[in-house]
């Protein structure tokens, strides 16, 4: 097996931001991608992508890479920190929903300066889980009162952009609603 390094990159432009925007967890299936120089250019299926809005500064979007010398074996961890504002039944409810599933497939939606959004597909494979999360009162009149969510992938490979910058442009046969 060749694991030649071919190409170098260099620094770059100032142009990146953090955070997160949004993600879009699959009610559906996924039947197809289509990829094109290692970014999906499309995602086939049926269902809907709901779009869950994150406020500026409250979430985030990791991808650990776990690597084991002794076993020879590389692996990348995703995990997707979500904060939803409101103890509430309808949130609640979503978030019953979400722990029960073990296959979910999730976007997240960057606030990458580079094309104005960026968008990454996380649990390819072998899916992402809600693992963790709590529902929280806080203590004082100004502090957070919601959600916060943890949601965990493990893939062989780290997760793929898309290569559009409009979600809808990359999906066919699965809609977006909220």
Known sequence: MSCSIT???ALGCRDNTGGIKAIYILSGSVTAITEVNNEITDITGTGVFYQFDLQRGTSDFTE?????????????EATINAAFAKLQTSTRNQVKVLAKNPDLKIIVETNN???GSKFFYVGREHGAILNAGQGQSGTALGDANGY???FNSQEPSPAD????????SALTGITIAQ
């Not at 650990?64 to 990348?76: A, D, L, M, R």
């Open 7 to 9: 190409s170098g990159f």
């Open 64 to 76: 650990t890479i776990n690597g084991s010398t002794e076993n020879q074996t590389v692996f990348y």
């Open 113 to 115: 300066a580079e094309s």
């Open 148 to 150: 916060t969510l943890t």
């Open 161 to 168: 952009a898309l290569a559009d910058v409009v979600l809808s």
